[in-house]
């Protein structure tokens, strides 16, 4: 059974910065390097959206257009953790984050549809507030 824990959210001031980390664990031979990985994000009262991904291969980042520029997705297949760099914060960035994986697409990820994702962590909290 896969396993995936994200942690390092927390309360930021707009223009801060916060480093999500994603554990990825699973039974004997697993290893996050033959998955992609997503990052979602999803506010009180709105439907969970895609927010980054990178592509098992690591050859293709896609992030949504509300965090380009600002975040920044990558990810340690030695130690199966994944990470998303959130800088330059904006209080509409409050919201759960949650890592996924997908079954390993090679050079493809998709950045917004759940649906390619098998695989999800349990989320945290990241709020921007002054």
């Known amino acids: 059974q896969v396993q995936l824990v994200e942690s390092g959210g927390g309360l930021a001031q707009p223009g801060g910065s916060l480093r999500l980390s994603c554990a990825a664990s699973?039974?004997?031979?697993?290893?996050?390097?033959?998955?992609?990985i997503g990052w979602f994000r999803q506010a009180p009262g709105k439907e969970r959206e895609g927010v980054s991904c990178?592509?098992?291969?690591?050859?293709?980042?896609v992030y949504d257009d509300s965090v380009k520029g600002r975040f920044t997705i990558f990810r340690d297949n030695a130690k199966n953790m994944a990470y998303l760099q959130l800088n330059n914060l904006k209080p509409e960035d409050t919201a759960v984050y949650y890592c996924?994986?997908?079954?390993?697409?090679?050079?493809?990820?998709?950045?917004?549809?759940?649906?390619?994702?098998?695989?999800w962590g349990q989320g945290t909290q990241v709020t921007v507030s002054s």
């Open positions: 996924a994986i997908d079954r390993g697409y090679g050079n493809y990820c998709s950045h917004d549809s759940i649906y390619e994702y098998d695989y």
């Open positions: 699973g039974a004997s031979g697993f290893s996050l390097a033959n998955h992609g």
């Open positions: 990178i592509s098992s291969s690591s050859t293709t980042t």
